[in-house]
């Protein structure tokens, strides 16, 4: 007999956890956050929660997601060309916080399922979890970099001493800029296609990365918050921005398949941030603050 996903407590979950995440930054912000639902014209909504010119976050959008389809786009079956032709569902909560001190790092965290239905009874669904956290600072803190990977491997390791070093090593390969040779920020954790060993564990495993985000992220605000900047500090945040924004365009696989899917423009864009700017073969001061950064953006064992 076929086996019946329990997609309904995946949805649960992660409707409570945006709930959770917003919350706690509307404390911190000390204001609320804007809410929009929205509904996709072939199947499925979501629900945007954001803030827009906030004395703590400049942009932050946290959003959650529920679309379906009759056919795989093509980002989902470049590496599954065998899934082509099914319906799908896929749902998740997909976050990115760009703080106005430049002190403060910026922050991504993803946590999803995808289903690929099965065309008939003789067959099965086919599922998947993903999700991480990294982290991208304009100013280099050693020991904000030890506490975020720690919370990191904190919330791997029921699952196995093996994923935090899998799924960092992922992080740093996946959030590489190529053309640039460099990481997007200190990384943290990123999976993919994870169904093993099971449904029940797969999900907890990504339960257990999506309730350790406020751990990991908020004691670094809670740091850098009261440090003073100027100007100076405004345009090297706005010049690493750049660098964020060249990372979405051109290899972010969630950016691309929002798009291909129908899913909605300004909830998948809400990720970037609120300004940013290129300067032509710009370099920091050495010895400087600034210069400093360079050498976070690379691949690093921040546990030893």
């Known amino acids: ?28 912000e000390g204001q609320n956050f804007g809410h929009d639902e929205w509904v996709r014209d072939e199947g499925g909504g979501g ?43 896929a749902m998740g909560v997909s976050m990115v916080l760009h703080p106005r001190n430049p002190y403060i790092p910026t922050t991504h965290m993803n946590v999803r399922m995808f289903v690929a239905f099965a065309p ?18 304009y100013y280099a803190f050693k020991e904000d970099a030890i506490h975020f990977h720690q919370a990191c491997h904190d919330a791997l390791v029921p699952f196995g001493e093996d994923r935090y070093p899998q799924y960092k090593k992922w992080c740093d390969e996946y959030f590489y800029l190529k053309h640039r040779q460099e990481t997007r920020g200190i990384g943290g954790i990123f999976y993919d296609d994870v169904s093993e060993p099971d449904f029940v564990t797969a999900f907890s495993m990504t339960r257990s990365v999506g309730n350790g985000f406020l751990g990991a992220y908020m004691p ?17 945040q706005a010049y690493r921005r750049g660098r964020y ?14 798009l291909q899917s ?22 920091p001061e050495a ?13 690093h064992d921040w546990l030893k």
Do not use: C
């Open 262 to 283: 129908g899913g909605r423009t300004e909830s998948i864009l809400l990720s970037m941030p609120p300004s940013a700017n290129w300067r032509y073969d710009w370099q």
């Open 120 to 137: 008939n009874e003789e067959s099965e669904d086919v599922f998947w979890f993903g999700g991480g956290l990294d982290l991208t600072p």
């Open 47 to 89: 629900i945007s929660r954001f803030i827009e010119g906030g004395n703590l976050f400049e942009r932050a959008g946290v959003l959650f997601s529920h679309v379906k389809g009759s056919t795989l786009p093509p980002s989902a079956t470049a590496r599954k060309p065998e899934m082509a032709g099914r319906s799908w569902e």
């Open 245 to 258: 924004v060249e990372f979405n365009l051109v290899f972010d696989r969630g950016t691309l398949f929002g």
């Open 220 to 236: 670094i605000v809670e740091r850098r918050q009261s440090i003073a900047y100027n100007q100076r500090e405004r345009d090297f």
């Open 287 to 299: 010895g400087s603050e600034e210069a400093k950064l360079s050498q976070y953006l690379r691949a």
């Open 1 to 28: 007999m076929k086996t019946t996903l329990p997609i309904p407590s995946v949805h649960e979950y992660f409707i409570d956890l945006q709930a959770t995440i917003v919350a706690a930054l509307e404390q911190a």
